[in-house]
């Protein structure tokens, strides 16, 4: 099956931008889901359909693609983004879900 | 408001066999599936698999041969089982709503997690 790759760790300063990035095969089928993962909690949808945000989402959080490539850029980071950050999407089969190996993100 | 509840031993010896269960409340049960992810400690996520109302399932090519899901459409539910556990199967486990659309465009994702169960396996 495919997989998805992200780099394991990111930082950025407070109030500036950051884009974290997930590569793979099934990116050119699917379009890119994204979760945001606090310590202890669950994940959280922050973006589907490569490009929107659920109610309740800030809209410093947007989602761009291109080829096997999807993107998560966060304008003006805030404290609360800090996180960890999962791209999604299904396999090319139409059958395994991937989940990519996930960003920590660190607000300076 | 949609909401997850989960539940099940957190607590296994090896070759026993993780049970866990997640209850839908609110919103609708049909017309989704609904799914099981889990998360080692300290790493990523991981796809278990999928059921609907209907029975039909998708399981993580990977972990095929030890896991069964089960749903009870009428009380609202769906179950996971894990067979033969082994340390390996450490982790918190999840239970989700999945939607997943094919057209025009193919789109996946999970917006509803249950809160999540801590399983440990350990003689």
């Known amino acids: 099956s495919s997989e998805l790759t992200q780099d394991p760790a990111l930082s950025v300063a407070l109030g500036q931008t950051v884009t974290i990035t997930c590569r793979g095969d099934?990116?050119?089928?699917?379009?890119t889901t994204w979760y945001q993962q606090r310590p202890g909690q669950a994940p959280r949808l922050v973006i589907y359909?490569?490009?929107n945000r659920p109610s309740g989402i800030p809209d410093r959080l947007s989602g761009s693609s291109s080829g096997n490539t999807a993107s998560l850029t966060i304008t003006g980071a805030q404290a609360d983004d800090e996180a960890d950050y999962y791209c999604?999407?299904?396999?090319?089969?139409?059958?395994?879900?991937?989940f990519g190996g996930g960003t920590k993100l660190t607000v300076l | 408001q949609v909401q997850l509840q989960q539940w099940g031993a957190g607590l296994l010896k090896p070759s026993e066999t993780l049970s866990l269960t997640c209850v839908v409340n609110?919103?609708?049960?049909?017309?989704?599936?609904w799914g099981w992810i889990r998360q080692p400690p300290g790493k990523g996520l991981e796809w278990i698999g999928e059921i609907n109302h209907s029975g039909n399932t998708k399981y993580n090519s990977s972990l095929k041969s030890r896991v069964t899901l089960s749903v009870e459409t009428s009380k609202r539910q769906f179950s996971l089982t894990v067979s033969s556990v082994t340390a390996a199967d450490t982790a918190v486990y999840f239970c989700?709503?999945?939607?997943?659309?094919?057209?025009?465009?193919?789109?996946?994702?999970?917006?509803?997690w249950g809160e999540g169960t801590s399983v440990t396996v350990s003689s």
């Open positions: 989700a709503r999945v939607t997943a659309v094919t057209a025009p465009k193919h789109y996946y994702y999970m917006d509803v």
């Open positions: 099934s990116l050119k089928t699917y379009l």
């Open positions: 609110g919103g609708p049960f049909s017309g989704y599936y």
């Open positions: 359909g490569t490009n």
């Open positions: 999604n999407s299904r396999d090319t089969n139409d059958q395994d879900v991937l």
